[in-house]
């Protein structure tokens, strides 16, 4: 069999991150660490999503840095750009042209939902900009370009899948069929990482406390040090509890990263207090991050490689997207 009909007979995963700062532990044991187990089994589409960075305030000479390196971070993470599609979503032009036929079939009522858009927007009063409002038609297109059959995100993204499962189907009934229905692909464990120092906050990279959340290039020592000084609560049991968010949040970072289970972890630390515990979650995730830190820094040296990848990736990805697109323009009734 060619190794093109072996891809045609795989399922298909799409997932995009967006370049907005540095990327986050959240980021890697909620979606990231999925997509690089994905590879195995699927046909895979993966993307840096500039053009959603620029629904907030950018700085573009750090923008421009920034697309780069998470870029390289995705490559250093183990994708692998030969035998999958890994692209800069602003390269493909049919992400915006598509989010438009998309924009037309979607309802104001609908978008004024979305609790990103309510969060961000109540963030940046002063920035409550269009693009920000329609982010999830954009992120639609993104998706539905591919046909994806699963799409590996964190629990945050779930609303967006969810609008963007409902706008491909009202087009399908509308026009005709054009668009795979996507299932969500979220991890049992890690699917919402919380913030160290306020654990009813999701750990986010634009959190203005940088001990609130560890970078996937953080190094060792701050990685150990941001754990040692996570909020915890007052007593010192190492157990799973709705009361005990900072401890409970612990917990599942250990989980993910160590894949031993709740129990097991409850066990393991019976009798030993929370500084012994927080020890030991720093030193697995800095040891799971250490490695991925060491090829990122080879990778970004080599600005030459870098860019003959990602623009490989989006010859690749267009190519898709382009057929899909012109379908849907098709069904729509465009002259083509
Ligand atoms: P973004 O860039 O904010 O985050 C990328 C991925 O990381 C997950 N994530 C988390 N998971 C667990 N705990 C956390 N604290 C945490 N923080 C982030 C997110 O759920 C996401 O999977 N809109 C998307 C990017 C996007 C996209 C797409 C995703 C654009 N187009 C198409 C899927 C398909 C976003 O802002 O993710």
């Given at each position: ?93 049919e992400h915006t042209a598509l989010s438009w036929l998309l ?37 639609a297109a993104?998706?539905l370009l ?175 997207a382009?057929?899909t697109y012109?379908?849907a ?8």
């Amino acid at each position: 069999m060619s190794e093109q009909n072996i891809s045609e007979n795989k399922k298909r995963v799409l997932s995009c991150i967006q370049p907005s700062g540095m990327l986050t532990l959240g980021n890697y044991l909620g979606a990231l660490k999925n997509w690089i187990k994905m590879q195995d089994e699927f046909d895979c589409t993966f993307a840096v999503a500039d053009l959603h960075a620029i629904t907030v305030k950018q700085d573009p000479a750090k923008l421009k840095q920034q697309i780069l390196s998470t870029y390289a971070l995705l490559l250093a993470l183990g994708l692998d750009p030969e035998k999958h599609t890994v692209f800069i979503q602003s390269h493909v032009p049919e992400h915006t042209a598509l989010s438009w036929l998309l924009s037309c079939n979607t309802q104001f009522g609908e978008m004024s939902r979305m609790t990103q858009f309510k969060d961000k927007s109540a963030k940046h009063p002063e920035n409550v900009n269009v693009g920000l409002f329609s982010y999830p038609v954009l992120m639609a297109a993104d998706i539905l370009l591919y046909k994806p059959d699963f799409v590996p995100v964190g629990a945050d993204q779930k609303q967006h899948l969810e609008i963007a499962r409902d706008i491909a189907v009202r087009f399908n009934n509308k026009y005709g069929d054009v668009f795979t229905i996507p299932e969500p692909y979220i991890p049992k464990t890690g699917a919402r990482v919380m913030s160290l120092q306020d654990p009813s906050k999701k750990m986010s990279k634009s959190d203005e406390n940088p001990n609130a959340w560890v970078a996937i290039l953080d190094d060792r020592d701050t990685i150990i040090r941001k754990f040692k000084r996570a909020v915890t609560d007052s007593d010192s049991v190492v157990k799973m509890s709705e009361d005990k968010p900072g401890i409970s949040n612990l917990i599942t970072i250990y989980s993910a990263v160590t894949g031993k289970t709740v129990a097991e972890i409850e066990k393991e630390f019976e009798g030993k207090g929370y500084g012994e515990f927080k020890l030991a979650v720093g030193e697995a995730v800095a040891d799971e991050l250490a490695p991925i830190k060491e090829r990122y820094e080879e990778i970004i040296k080599d600005k030459k490689t870098l860019e003959e990848l990602y623009r490989e990736g989006s010859l690749k990805a267009e190519k898709v997207a382009r057929k899909t697109y012109f379908k849907a323009m098709k069904k729509v009734g465009f002259v083509l």
